[in-house]
Nanobody, 124 residues
Framework: QVLLVESGGGLVQAGESLILSCAAS????????MGWFAQRPGKEREFVAA????????YYSESVKGRFTISRDNATNTMSLQMNSLRCEETAVYHC????WGVGRPGENDWQYWGQGTQVTVSS
């Protein structure tokens, strides 16, 4: 089993930045592909970004390319998401996800483990 704990959510104004973090435990972190999904009220979780277990492959949804940066630190078992130029429509609960030896597919059913999520609210 993998325990994922997110932190860093909060309330910001449109155009501002926020950094989310995810701490993982339970399996070797270096074997986990890690990702972020956003869940808006009444909606399914939507893919935001993913990073492979080595960090050599990174994927973003089209809407966040150029504004968000995903990274990982295998020494501290943590992953981060730097979110710049935030938009009101990006208000959501952001979930950390992990998939051992995964390929970082955008479908939520392709991921094995999930965190509880952290709320991000972007006001106008």
């Amino acid at each position: 089993q993998v325990l994922l704990v997110e932190s860093g959510g909060g309330l910001v104004q449109a155009g501002e930045s926020l950094i989310l973090s995810c701490a993982a435990s339970g399996l070797p972190f270096s074997s986990l592909t890690m990702g972020w999904f956003a869940q808006r009220p009444g909606k399914e979780r939507e893919f935001v970004a993913a990073i492979s277990w080595t960090g050599s492959r990174i994927y973003y949804s089209e809407s966040v390319k150029g504004r968000f940066t995903i990274s990982r630190d295998n020494a501290t078992n943590t992953m981060s998401l730097q979110m710049n130029s935030l938009r009101c429509e990006e208000t959501a609960v952001y979930h950390c996800a992990a998939d051992q030896w995964g390929v970082g597919r955008p479908g939520e059913n392709d991921w094995q483990y999930w965190g509880q999520g952290t709320q991000v609210t972007v006001s106008s």
